[in-house]
């Protein structure tokens, strides 16, 4: 782990505008990508992010967000002294002794690249990474099952304990998500049927795990604590996102299935649905153009009509949605504007997750479906995942073939290219993208408020573009706002 007296504040490095060195160095910063270190002062949540992405932002990145400390580690303020020199430019010599003495500690000299990559690990997977990382794999089982028995004596409980609860079920949901981070990274490393064969347990007690806690979630879907325990008990920003997109999952397939148990409920978006001036038409016509536009209903949406998920789809989805980043480089970054991420590498974290967990573990298919489509965007050019490019293979083999049907519950139609998409995939994705707009700890924008989410992706992601499903985002719409309903009592 870094310890403080290798970083160095980035405001001594870059002083103020229009000093000797100052283009000079953020040229040469922009040029090689200097990772910047942003600790959130509130809360002293570490996030790796490239300068380019920041400068691009805000020019004054960091003399202007005073909710921020920026730095760099030692290492990278040695590549930028060595360009500055190497271009015949000047040098301050007292930056790093000022902060050396500021912080009362010597320069460590074996600072290099490889403590980068571990702080980024840290940042992006929180500091009882490494303990799990050294787990053996019946340990990390053993764990999971210790889990599992803790969920069940409180489900087993007449008069349950909110609090208690809540911190079970963050911690729960944590340690799981970790485990099967590292196991994962373990069974990469063999040949596919050696990584299933390890893997197999933490599969296994995974699933029975999350049947527990899926179980407990449903027990009251809008409680918000979860949420703020979650932010307070885990320090790893990708541990956290993986949480609270399984939390927020299991709450929103909760309230789903109590919404559309309702004959009524379904009723009236059919009724919505084929109104002379229907929102939702004009929509669905433009994903199925082939389809008369008086032959589009409720039902030419979701394949066999809509209904509720039955048990079984329901906990295999929940372990999809707790392990959909478990392929996520630890400084990667999602939803920040278009200058805040490498495509390339955001792309290869959906392919390395479907394809590891495909090949090397014997999880689900559902699962799998879910890591590899949830950010399919019923095509838009922004998305990306391998249904587009396995739909594309498919029509070049059969042209006169359509897709008449918008989203299916089974794999059957999915996988028969029947339908434009996978209906667990299609709540990730907008609960991903809620939760990246939302989180707390986002470094290039002010976190948005849900009433703020909420508009900025009916207008982005439903209006402007067609990436999330119109009539699911509804039903997302009302739940956050019973939620903040809830929240405000």
């Known amino acids: 782990m870094l310890e403080k007296e290798v970083t160095i504040l980035l405001s001594k490095v870059l002083k103020q505008p229009g000093g000797k060195n100052y283009k000079q160095i953020v040229d040469i910063m922009l040029e090689i990508n200097t990772p910047i270190i942003c600790v959130k002062k509130s809360s002293q949540n570490k996030r790796i992010m490239p300068f380019k992405s920041l400068y691009d932002s805000n020019?004054?990145?960091?003399?202007?967000?005073?909710?921020?400390?920026?730095?760099?580690?030692?290492?990278?303020?040695?590549?930028?002294?060595?360009?500055?020199?190497?271009?015949?430019?000047?040098?301050?010599d007292d930056i790093d002794i000022e902060t050396n003495e500021k912080n009362n500690a010597k320069p460590n000299p074996k600072t290099n690249d490889k403590d980068i990559e571990k702080l980024e690990v840290q940042v992006g997977y929180g500091s009882e990474y490494k303990n799990f990382a050294d787990m053996s794999t019946p340990e990390k089982v053993d764990r999971l099952n210790k889990n599992k028995q803790k969920l069940n004596e409180l489900l087993a409980l007449k008069n349950k304990d909110t609090?208690?609860?809540?911190?079970?079920?963050?911690?729960?949901?944590?340690?799981?998500?970790?485990?099967?981070?590292?196991?994962?990274?373990?069974?990469?490393?063999?040949?596919?049927?050696?990584?299933?064969?390890?893997?197999?347990?933490?599969?296994?007690?995974?699933?029975?795990?999350?049947?527990?806690?899926?179980?407990?979630?449903?027990?009251?879907?809008?409680?918000?604590?979860?949420?703020?325990?979650?932010?307070?008990?885990?320090?790893?920003?990708?541990v956290q996102h993986m949480t609270r997109?399984?939390?927020?999952?299991?709450?929103?397939?909760?309230?789903?299935?109590?919404?559309?148990?309702?004959?009524?409920?379904?009723?009236?978006?059919?009724?919505?649905?084929?109104?002379?001036?229907?929102?939702?038409?004009?929509?669905?016509?433009?994903?199925?153009?082939?389809?008369?536009?008086?032959?589009?209903?409720l039902e030419r949406v979701f394949y066999?009509?809509?209904?509720?998920?039955?048990?079984?789809?329901?906990?295999?989805?929940?372990?999809?949605?707790?392990?959909?980043?478990?392929?996520?480089?630890?400084?990667?970054?999602?939803?920040?504007?278009?200058?805040?991420?490498?495509?390339?590498?955001v792309i290869d974290h959906v392919k390395q997750g479907y394809k590891s967990v495909m090949n090397k573990t014997n999880y689900p298919m559902e699962a799998s479906l879910i890591i590899g489509y949830h950010h399919e965007y019923y095509g838009d050019p922004a998305g990306y995942g391998f249904f587009r490019a396995f739909l594309q293979q498919y029509k070049k083999q059969n042209p006169e073939a359509h897709q008449d049907y918008c989203i299916s519950y089974d794999l059957e139609p999915v996988l028969d290219y029947h339908v434009l998409a996978y209906f667990p995939a299609k709540v990730l994705e907008i609960i991903d993208v809620y939760d990246s707009v939302t989180d707390p700890n986002r470094v290039y924008r002010k976190a948005m408020t849900p009433e703020e989410a909420l508009a900025m992706m009916r207008e982005d992601f439903i209006e402007k573009h067609h990436k999330l499903d119109y009539v699911l985002f509804d039903i997302f719409d009302s739940f956050i706002r019973e939620q903040q309903k809830h929240l405000n009592k």
């Open 163 to 238: 609090e208690v609860i809540t911190e079970a079920l963050v911690d729960t949901t944590k340690d799981a998500a970790l485990i099967n981070h590292t196991a994962l990274v373990d069974a990469i490393r063999l040949g596919d049927d050696e990584a299933k064969k390890l893997t197999q347990d933490v599969v296994d007690s995974t699933h029975e795990m999350v049947k527990s806690s899926a179980m407990l979630l449903t027990s009251d879907i809008f409680n918000n604590e979860l949420i703020n325990t979650l932010v307070k008990k885990s320090n790893g920003t990708i």
């Open 245 to 297: 997109v399984y939390i927020h999952g299991i709450a929103f397939l909760s309230y789903y299935n109590n919404l559309v148990s309702t004959s009524s409920a379904i009723q009236k978006l059919r009724i919505s649905f084929q109104a002379r001036k229907s929102k939702y038409r004009d929509f669905y016509h433009k994903l199925l153009p082939h389809v008369d536009l008086d032959e589009l209903s």
């Open 304 to 345: 066999g009509g809509m209904r509720a998920i039955p048990r079984d789809d329901y906990f295999k989805w929940a372990v999809g949605f707790l392990i959909h980043d478990i392929g996520k480089a630890a400084n990667v970054e999602y939803h920040e504007g278009e200058a805040s991420y490498d495509r390339n590498i």
């Open 59 to 92: 020019e004054n990145f960091w003399q202007q967000d005073s909710s921020w400390e920026y730095s760099l580690a030692k290492e990278s303020l040695d590549k930028i002294k060595e360009e500055v020199i190497a271009r015949k430019g000047s040098w301050i």
